[in-house]
């Protein structure tokens, strides 16, 4: 679109040449008119000057100024609507007579010093012309009064006169309207001829735009009517046609959305049928998967619940004397409920990773222990087929990390099982490597290589599919879900990482996966427990170059001095302070042959540690008995290797001493007769007194009668269920601050928060472990009997927990007590930043990073026997959560300051006594 429209454009091409013309035409004759005037004004002038100054020659030849002054006055009289004056001055520039003695005359005098004029001058001043001619003597004349004759052409003075501009004025302003009014003639006559034009042209055009604008709003029966002229008329006749075809195109596409239309409206009533069908399938699958839910829970429940009194029971089993085949067969029978019973945990958790209902914890935990746990469990499997198992964790990776131990223990298991599953000879390889460390955080890459069948092109695609497996035929050889690597991705998705594989058939294996995990800022400055081996020589056997390797690289932070052989034959003669043998797996040779081994290794050093498969841990007490300090499980960990470093020659390895039972009475409800008799046996072994009820109605009335230290609550109970117990329980005034641990055979998404919302204290999945069950009580006692509730109470107990308990430092420290100075001392360092922090905030200062504060303090006290500091820094951390202000909080945080002062003051005492 122009700036401009056709009409504007068309005014401006026709009235600006003539507009143009005209100015210059007119300003060319006014100025022309405007310099003749005045040359006719000096002229006129000229006519006067010098035919006065002929006339003055006699008058002034003998000075008669009355002659002279009449012809000067008849002069100006004549010309007077021109002249102002007229004077005559002598040849000494004097005056000699003036027509107009009232007006100034020197203006027309010249100035002294300024010889006469020999011709007409013109001088211009102001609105007047002043003319000049000399006054001449043409005729000699006799002097009367000398005699003598005048020469010749002699100046006798100079007529001046002095012309008025104004005269001309009123004719050159004259001249100069007459040349405005023709000017604006033309312009009138210009824009008759231009509107006719633009009549002629933009009238036509306009029409046409009308008609093209009523087509454009759906009009196409108008037409662009009118005679028109040249090429306006081809146009019209364009626009016409244009339009015709519109409405053939019009019509046509009209028939064609008709049909359209008529199509569609069958095509939405077979989508409202669809969408009625699809609604009623919706509603279908919801009550599908509901039912799925309470099918899964009550599968959960049902199976666990007979498993709990299995499991439970072999292991008692296991403890007692037993001949060599009946200790086979209860841990076959142990191993196929725990396949089992990890069967129906892959089930769980993969419906909770499909409903994204599965939660991670946030907890502190050691990640080479935890490796190692996995390690431990599955190494007897692996033994079993002959394969050797190695775990070389890179010494760049951090110790301390948080994040969910449990989980990252099942997709290890899960990978790891796997491999062992498929793999019948060679090696399985763990590696632990870090990727990239941030400031707070740590990205780790675990890989598992094995030497097994490896996977196919086709079956690699339905690898990571649920219910499908590398092989389903009839006849696999291996069983399993089809479940474990599906939830081995969702849960490294989980962890905020991703899994990836690379397989060649009959070539094996290697997965791997990476996983962001949390530092530990209160535990990462605590050394690596290793012993002192400064100048220290240890010899390594063994012939597996992987296993070899990954125990090379772990004891090369040491100060050992590492010589390795792949036997003990080729061993350099030397005086060794230890001797590591990894004994080669398949482990073929008798007890006799390892005997002979021993006793030649025992020749080399004092200090034999053997490396053994987990089948020949039968021999491991002959072994220490016939000189050897120490028998590990392959593959070797730093965790089990480092303290074995630490003995001297000359010690053997004492027997566990007896637990020591906890002086707690504990009850514990079941309407299970199995499942309860297997909780008071567990029980029985750890605490001084236990009561069993079988029905909720029977805790109760036990509950009015006895003074309880902790419940352990069954949840699904016929007429009184657990939940309502515990409340009827928690209205007896003695036991309300007793702890209520719930334990239950449901393990679905949610039911620990049901059960924690519900009033317990805590939680235990059936079927019980004995070590959460020794968990749970060791997180609720002190060594003075008190019990630590979770969440503070209104009537709290009366007897509080102890501001320093060491023996409580101790057990969270796994009994290592230079561990737990450390973790004191460590706690101690960190305080009086807690206390400085808080003390701003009481003063005012805004500080909103004082969650994460707390809820690191909370962390650090949960290894350095602080249970009350511990206890005030879980409520507030709970209470900020929750979005109290801090002013609410006033009182607890100067209670903090001052429990953090008390136990100061008691780690100063204890640190310095030991």
């Known amino acids: ?58 008058g002034m030849t003998f000075r008669s100024r009355e002659s002279v002054r009449q012809l000067v006055s008849l002069l100006h009289r004549r010309h007077s609507d021109i002249v102002r004056s007229i004077t005559v001055f002598d040849a000494e520039n004097n005056l000699f007579v003036t027509s107009n003695y009232h007006h100034n005359y020197t203006q027309l005098q010249l100035p002294k010093n300024v010889p006469l004029p020999t011709e007409l001058m013109l001088t211009r001043r102001g609105e007047s012309l002043i003319l000049r001619t000399p006054i001449l003597s043409e005729t000699p004349y006799p002097d009367e009064t000398t005699g003598s004759e005048l020469q010749a052409d002699q100046k006798l003075g100079y007529v001046a006169i002095e012309l008025d501009l104004k005269s001309v004025r009123l004719q050159q302003y004259k001249e100069i ?12 006559i210009a824009i008759l001829f231009a509107y006719r034009l633009m009549r002629d042209v933009t009238g036509p055009i306009r029409n046409m735009v009308n008609t093209v604008d009523r087509i ?39 028939q064609n959305i008709d049909q359209a239309t008529s199509d569609l409206r069958e095509t939405l009533e077979q989508m409202e049928i669809q969408n009625v069908e699809l609604d009623l399938a919706k509603k279908r699958a919801q009550e599908a998967a509901r039912i799925k839910s309470e099918f899964l829970a009550n599968m959960s429940h049902e199976l666990r619940t007979p498993l709990n009194g299995v499991i439970g029971f072999t292991r008692q089993m296991l403890k007692t004397d037993l ?5 086979d067969y209860l841990q076959t029978i142990e191993r196929s409920a725990n396949n089992l019973l990890t069967i129906i945990n892959d089930v769980l958790d993969f419906s909770k990773l499909e409903a994204g ?36 964790v890179q010494n760049d990776v951090p110790e301390q990390v948080i994040g969910d131990s449990l989980r990252l223990q099942q997709v290890i298991t899960n990978l790891l099982g796997n491999a062992i599953k498929f793999t019948e000879t060679g090696n399985i390889d763990i590696r632990v490597e870090l990727r990239n460390q941030l400031e707070r955080q740590v990205e780790l ?20 599919q649920a219910f499908r497996q590398a092989d389903a035929s009839i006849s696999r050889r291996h069983g399993g879900t089809g479940l474990g690597l599906v939830i081995t991705q969702k849960l490294v998705t989980e962890m905020g990482g991703d899994i990836c594989f690379h397989s060649q058939l009959n070539k094996g294996s290697t997965f791997w996966f990476h996983v962001t995990l949390d530092l530990n800022e209160s535990m990462l400055l605590l050394p690596p427990s290793l012993p002192d081996l400064r100048g220290k020589m240890l010899a390594y056997i063994e012939a597996n170059p992987t296993a070899a390797q990954a125990t090379l690289n772990m004891l090369s932070i040491t100060q050992l001095t590492v010589i390795h052989s792949p036997t003990l034959g080729k061993l350099p003669k030397n005086d060794y302070d230890f001797l590591l043998v990894g004994v080669p797996i398949p482990y073929r040779d008798s007890i006799a042959q390892h005997r002979e081994k021993l006793l030649d290794a025992l020749k080399i050093a004092n200090r034999v540690i053997l490396a053994l498969p987990s089948q020949s841990q039968v021999d491991a007490e002959a072994m220490k008995k016939l000189g050897a300090i120490g028998c590990l499980i392959k593959p070797i960990s730093c965790n089990r290797l480092y303290p074995l470093l630490r003995m001297e020659p000359t010690h053997r390895p004492a027997l566990p001493p007896e637990r020591k039972r906890l002086p707690l009475t504990v009850m514990a409800v079941d309407d299970n007769p199995a499942n309860l008799k297997l909780i008071g046996t567990l029980l029985a072994e750890q605490v001084e007194k236990t009561l069993l009820c079988g029905s909720g109605e029977e805790a109760i009335a036990l509950a009015r009668d006895n003074v309880l230290d902790m419940i352990l609550m069954d949840i699904q109970m016929p007429n009184i269920d657990g939940i309502r117990a515990s409340e009827l329980i928690r209205q007896i005034p003695h036991h309300n601050s007793t702890p209520i641990i719930a334990v239950t055979a449901h393990a679905i998404s949610g039911e620990r928060e049901y059960l924690l919302q519900a009033g317990m204290d805590d939680y235990l999945a059936k079927p019980i472990d004995e070590a959460m069950l020794t968990h749970v009580l060791a997180r609720y006692y002190t060594n003075e009997g008190a019990l630590e509730p979770v969440t503070p109470r209104n009537n709290p107990s009366t007897e509080q927990p102890l501001s320093l308990d060491w023996p409580l430092a101790l057990r969270q ?20 930043q807690v206390s400085e922090r808080i003390q701003a905030l009481l003063a005012g200062k805004p500080d909103d990073e004082i969650l994460d504060l707390i809820h690191k303090l909370h962390g650090s006290c949960s290894y350095s026997g602080v249970p009350r500091l511990k206890q005030l820094c879980y409520y507030l951390e709970q209470q900020l959560r929750q979005g109290v202000s801090n002013s609410d909080l006033e009182p607890e945080w100067l209670e903090l300051l001052d429990e953090i002062e008390l136990v100061q003051t008691e780690a100063r005492f204890q640190l310095g006594n030991t």
């Open 1 to 58: 679109m122009t700036k401009y429209s056709l009409r504007a454009r068309m005014m401006i091409l026709i009235l600006a040449p003539t507009l143009l013309i005209g100015l210059l035409l007119s300003t060319f004759f006014v100025v022309h008119r405007y310099n003749e005037l005045q040359e006719q004004l000096v002229d006129a002038g000229a006519s006067i000057i010098e035919p006065l100054a002929v006339a003055s020659e006699y």
């Open 813 to 832: 420290a796994a009994n290592k007590e230079d561990l737990a100075q450390d973790l004191l001392r460590m706690l101690v360092e960190f305080l009086p």
């Open 357 to 392: 209902k599965l939660v991670l914890e946030h907890i502190p935990f050691s990640l080479r222990e935890t490796l190692d746990e996995v390690i431990v469990l599955l190494a007897p499997s692996a033994h079993e087929k002959g394969l050797e198992l190695t775990l070389d």
């Open 216 to 254: 454009r709003r759906g009009q196409l029966d108008s037409r662009v009517e009118g005679f028109m002229l040249g090429e306006l008329h081809m146009l019209k006749n364009g626009i016409n046609s244009m339009a015709m075809s519109l409405t053939a195109y019009h019509e046509e596409m009209q």
């Open 445 to 464: 890459e675990v890989q598992v290589h094995d030497t097994g069948i490896g996977i196919s092109e086709r079956q690699q695609s339905q690898l990571f």
């Open 323 to 327: 001949s060599v085949t009946q200790i």
């Open 177 to 188: 309207f007459v040349s405005t009014l023709l000017l604006f003639l033309c312009m009138c």
